[in-house]
């Protein structure tokens, strides 16, 4: 016995275009027969309509019930098949009764429901669907834990029988009774609460290391600024240096002149006629009568050739200084740059393990994969043990109801 729980659906009126129905047609030949339960019509179509009916005014049964309305269920239909092994050949009053047993172990035997055998494969199997939504009260049926619930109830029926087909349900129903979980894999909350906290770890790391990275580099700019200093203090001084003997030259030169002028009228005449690009007359009269003036002029030219020197010297010195600068920049360009790939090293790092822990399993095979697995496991220990399959029966609808 395989009990296989459907997806919850929507629609009663496409479950009934399924089950009732040869699969991708109209026909119904695979239908060998529909019981109906709870319900007052025996006629499939008017079964399903009465379900929709039921489904659609919910809230209205709850109110005429006295009970407050909850969400609305957007899901009413429930079904599930029951398999016989190929070597079974229960009949229909086996069927039924297997049906209605699980009906009321479910806890849904107030509930509409109609249950449709099929012939369309070599093991017997009914469909049961079931409408969730009670019909006098307007709740709607609780059906957690209904795999556990038709496990236990499949291996009980299998004993009942007298043949166990399915050796590995009876050991994880013995293993769950010992308080073993198939399925260990966290809840949705602990899953949550464990990359939570993994998450918020690796971004405090993040965040560390970015200061580190912050820290390491403010060192390291002091520093640069720091040899920077000592560099242009160091041109200073070179360029003094270089220039110290020249303006030793200078104001030895510069002394010499004044003392001249000062001492000899040759001297000053020399001068004077640098000064008026005139005759000997005319310069010899400048030299004698404006001895002052002259004088002043001639301290004036020594100031220019002084700041003349000055201004080469400064020259020399700001082209020494802007190689420093621009050494300086070119080491704390790279050093920026250095530090930005380091924290765009880290973030993308951090981002690409955040959304492994967030995707990650912790290395827990998922509860459909486990139990696809049992299934496909029975399904091969099946195909071993059928017999050949017996030719499809043509339906008698002069004993439809």
């Known amino acids: 016995m395989v009990p296989r729980i459907a997806k919850a659906g929507r629609s009663f009126k496409g479950a009934a275009l399924y089950y009732l129905h040869d699969k991708g047609a109209l026909s119904d030949e695979r239908v060998q027969f529909v019981e109906i339960q709870n319900l007052p019509t025996k006629d499939p179509q008017r079964a399903t309509a ?57 806890g849904l035997e107030d509930h509409q429901a109609m249950i449709v055998a099929h012939n369309d494969t070599d093991h017997p199997h009914v469909h049961v669907i079931v409408n969730r939504v009670h019909p006098e009260t307007g709740r709607a049926a609780v059906t957690s834990n209904d795999k556990l619930i038709l496990s236990r109830w499949a291996e009980a029926y299998e004993r009942k029988r007298g043949t166990v087909y399915c050796e590995q349900r009876v050991e994880n129903n013995a293993a769950r009774a010992q308080g073993y979980v198939k399925d260990r894999s966290p809840t949705r909350q602990e899953h949550y609460a464990w990359a939570k906290a993994e998450t918020d770890a690796l971004w405090a790391r993040y965040r560390s290391a970015r200061d580190e990275i912050d820290r390491t580099g403010q060192i390291a700019f002091t520093q640069m600024a720091r040899e920077r200093r000592v560099a242009l203090k160091t041109v200073r001084e070179a360029q003094r240096e270089a220039f110290r003997p020249r303006w030793r030259s200078l104001y030895q030169e510069q002394r010499e002149a004044l003392n001249g002028y000062d001492g000899r009228l040759s001297d000053r005449l020399r001068y004077a006629m640098r000064q008026t690009h005139t005759g000997r007359a005319r310069a010899f009269l400048s030299a004698v009568v404006s001895g002052d003036a002259m004088r002043r002029q001639f301290l004036r030219d020594q100031e220019g050739e002084r700041r003349a020197l000055g201004r080469e010297q400064k020259a020399a010195m700001s082209s020494e200084r802007q190689k420093a600068d621009d050494a300086w920049r070119d080491r704390t360009k790279e050093l920026r740059a250095r530090l930005k790939q380091e924290k765009k090293h880290h973030l993308d790092s951090t981002k690409a393990q955040t959304d492994e822990i967030w995707q990650a399993k912790r290395g827990m095979e998922s509860t459909d994969k486990a139990r696809q697995k049992a299934r496909d496991a029975f399904r091969d220990k099946l195909k071993g043990e059928r017999k050949p399959s017996r030719p499809r029966r043509k339906r008698d609808r002069s004993r439809d109801p």
Do not use: C, F
């Not at 190929?86 to 009949?91: A, I, L, M, V």
């Open 50 to 106: 009465h379900m929709i009916d039921t489904a659609s005014h919910s809230a209205e049964l709850k109110r005429a019930a006295g009970l407050k309305g909850g969400r609305p269920l957007t899901k009413p239909v429930y079904s599930y098949s029951l398999a016989w092994h190929p070597n079974e050949t229960p009949s229909k009053a086996d069927q039924l009764a297997a049906a209605r047993e699980t009906i009321s172990h479910l």
